[in-house]
């Protein structure tokens, strides 16, 4: 509290608690002793000191490249991470596209993002896989094309996703009655194509994309 005895700000108080880039490689790093595999954005149980997501930290590093430069560089002292990092033992698309397909054998829908237990060999995730498929419209050349050999697949590649005029509305729409926003790790709650409704709103948090109109890139 203040002198007076006037609590702080929100915002301030939670600016203040936030920890610097150099803690957060430290406690990354502690987080990952005796692991045999990275810390990944679905791990919600592992969060730093102020709260936020290790995951998301250490996806952000790896796809980034943040790693050349100090004090992201220390993550690398870690063989996990650096063997991660450098994508060594990582399948290539082809061989993600057969592991796919035969994870596929007997489904009714689609392998989702929130399907955590779904991964590749290499322990990458077959749920964005198929998502980042689907956005980057992937499928419309090799080896991504044999994707479309299933037909639960080739059904859900060629549906129309939502614009985002209506994400917003869904998001409004759920939010009807709640009290606090939908955490990016809530699994349950999605938006018509079955992406999570908390991740959408992160990205419309962390993009600062409310600060203008929905556009077809939101």
Not at 28 to 49: T, V
């Amino acid at each position: 509290a203040r002198p007076g005895g006037v609590p702080k700000a929100p915002q301030r108080a939670e600016r203040e608690h936030r920890l610097s880039q150099e803690e957060k490689v430290k406690q990354f790093l502690a987080a990952m002793r005796g692991r045999d595999s990275p810390i990944f954005r679905r791990s919600a149980e592992y969060r730093f000191k102020d709260n936020t997501s290790m995951g998301y930290f250490g996806e952000n590093c790896k796809t980034g490249k943040r790693c050349g430069k100090y004090p992201y560089d220390q993550l690398l002292a870690n063989p996990v991470l650096r063997r991660d990092y450098y994508d060594e033992g990582k399948l290539s698309a082809l061989q993600k596209v057969h592991e796919f397909l035969e994870a596929m054998h007997g489904r009714s829908k689609p392998i989702s993002r929130c399907e955590a237990e779904c991964v590749f060999s290499d322990n990458a995730s077959m749920g964005r896989f198929w998502d980042r498929c689907k956005t980057r419209k992937r499928c419309a050349k090799p080896p991504y094309d044999q994707l479309l050999v299933n037909d639960v697949l080739r059904t859900d590649y060629h549906k129309k996703l939502p614009s985002p005029q209506q994400k917003v509305a869904e998001l409004l729409q759920e939010m009807q009655g709640r009290h606090m926003p939908i955490p990016q790790t809530d699994s349950e709650t999605l938006l018509s194509h079955g992406a999570r409704m908390g991740l959408f709103w992160t990205r419309c948090k962390v993009g600062s994309l409310c600060k203008r109109p929905p556009t077809a890139s939101s």
